[in-house]
């Protein structure tokens, strides 16, 4: 099936023939032409080469190249202020239990950082009692 849309985007979005748009996305004219004629389906690696050759969108090349559907590009731009609370909500919770298995996993060769070593007894209290006193000014 001729990927005539695909085609008629490219065309008329570059002032190009098929084969000046191959060689400015650097791929194989034969190739680009047996894609738009539906003899070979369009490949995410084409159409990257084309938004990167010519310049092109890269959403709407791969919709029209029909790797994704007009609502899939419909939200590949939303940013994270079209997303509702639930939507926000779940991403964090997702967020957290990859964090949650990343953190449960051992680690190996770790080495002990400045941070981790051990405050003398009497210094750790000394601190503490300077920042009670800090606290009390302010109040």
Known sequence: MR???????????????RRQIALKAG??????????NGDISA?????????????????????H??????????????????????ELAREILRRAEQGRKAMSEPLD???????ETEIPQGAAARRNRKAKKGIEKDN
């Open 3 to 17: 990927n005539s849309d695909f085609e008629h985007y490219l065309l008329t979005n570059t002032d190009l023939n």
């Open 27 to 36: 791929i194989n004219p034969s190739t680009l032409t047996r894609q738009l």
């Open 43 to 63: 490949s995410f690696d084409t159409v990257l080469a084309l938004h990167r050759g010519v310049g092109l969108p890269l959403i709407p090349l791969l919709m």
């Open 65 to 86: 190249s029909g790797l994704i559907t007009e609502s899939e590009a419909k939200n590949a731009g939303r940013g994270v202020t079209a997303a509702t609370d639930v």
């Open 109 to 115: 060769n770790v080495t002990q950082g400045p941070w």
